[in-house]
């Protein structure tokens, strides 16, 4: 979250930049916390975490791309009613 305005907004950056490096960190923390959480496990195990883990990246680029066609969508036509 990029600037917001709301005091309870605990995870807000200031600009793009600062938003990339924090989605990094917490993408890193989520890796090794599931290569640990794989390595103790059984082959059958590891073979489900990772299409568990397949299935919600692949979850979480759909979502993001939906929203961010939504923002496009709508900044495209709040520019419309401003001309």
Same mark, same amino acid.
């Given at each position: 979250i990029i600037n917001d305005p709301r005091?309870?907004?605990g995870n807000t950056n200031k600009d793009l930049e600062s938003a990339a490096k924090d989605i990094r960190k917490t993408i890193k923390a $989520?890796?090794?916390a599931n290569a640990l959480t794989i390595k103790e496990g059984s082959l059958f195990a590891r073979g489900r975490m990772l299409g568990k883990?397949?299935?919600e990246t692949r979850?979480?680029?759909k979502d993001a791309a939906r929203r961010t $066609?939504?923002?496009l969508t709508d900044a495209a036509s709040r520019l419309q009613k401003e001309r």
């Open positions: 005091v309870w907004g $989520r890796i090794v883990l397949e299935t979850w979480q680029m $066609r939504q923002a």
